[in-house]
Every structure is written in structure tokens, then in C-alpha cells.
């Protein structure tokens, strides 16, 4: 059975920092790009960061440049989102996401968490 399982959210002031995870269970984490997505209240769900199945190359929404960082460790099956300097506008739920193309169904996979809060405020 896949899961993916959020935590790390929670209630912040503006400038604090989270550091988000995400474990995998259920299927080849190791062959799965993994991402990190946020939607807030009345909002689309949008992009914020990805990382390749090696880790070796990672993207981040133009919002959180500088600020948020995506880490993976295989061993260990297991995405991260660091989040520094956190303003107001983060507050969102994030949900983890894992997606790889299968060449045996011939069809792109995805899977998603359950999400987890995270509230920016004073």
C-alpha cells in the first residue's frame, strides 16, 4: 500500500523556520521525483519545490527562492522541506508528492500525502 506521510507543520511566528518530512512507504522511493506542493485557503494548489530521484538537481517556486530548501534521503525514504524566514503569505497546507513515469504501464504515477498545516502569524 503507498503512503505518503506528512509532518513537521504547525504554528510559527514571521521570520521563524519548520522543517518539513515526508515518509514514503509502498513503493520505489529511490526511482520517484519527489515535490513539495502548498494551497492555500480559496487558492490553487501550486508548486513550491522539487527534487529528481537522485537528488541531484532541485527547483523552487519563485516565491520561496532563497528561503526554502528540498533535501531527500533514499535511505531513509524520506523527503524534506526546510523553510526559513517564513512570512505570512506560507501559510498554506503542504502536501508531499512523489511522480515517475512507469514504462511497463506506459503511464505517469503520482501519488499524494494527506497534507499538513502550517500557519504563519504573530
Known amino acids: 500500500q503507498v503512503q505518503l506521510v506528512e509532518s513537521g507543520g504547525g504554528l510559527v511566528q514571521p521570520g521563524g523556520s519548520l522543517r518539513l518530512s515526508c515518509a514514503a512507504s509502498?513503493?520505489?522511493?529511490?526511482?520517484?521525483?519527489m515535490r513539495w506542493y502548498r494551497q492555500a485557503p480559496g487558492k490553487e494548489r501550486e508548486l513550491v519545490a522539487t527534487?529528481?530521484?537522485?537528488?541531484?538537481?532541485?527547483n523552487y517556486a519563485d516565491s520561496v527562492k532563497g528561503r526554502f530548501t528540498i533535501s531527500r534521503d533514499n535511505a531513509k525514504n524520506t523527503v524534506y522541506l526546510q523553510m526559513n524566514s517564513l512570512k505570512p503569505e506560507d501559510t498554506a497546507v503542504y502536501y508531499c508528492?512523489?511522480?515517475?513515469?512507469?514504462?511497463?504501464?506506459?503511464?505517469?504515477?503520482?501519488?499524494w500525502g494527506q497534507g499538513t498545516q502550517v500557519t504563519v502569524s504573530s
Open positions: 508528492n512523489a511522480e515517475a513515469f512507469s514504462p511497463v504501464l506506459k503511464q505517469l504515477l503520482r501519488y
Open positions: 509502498g513503493f520505489t522511493f529511490s526511482r520517484y521525483d
Open positions: 527534487i529528481t530521484s537522485t537528488g541531484g538537481s532541485t
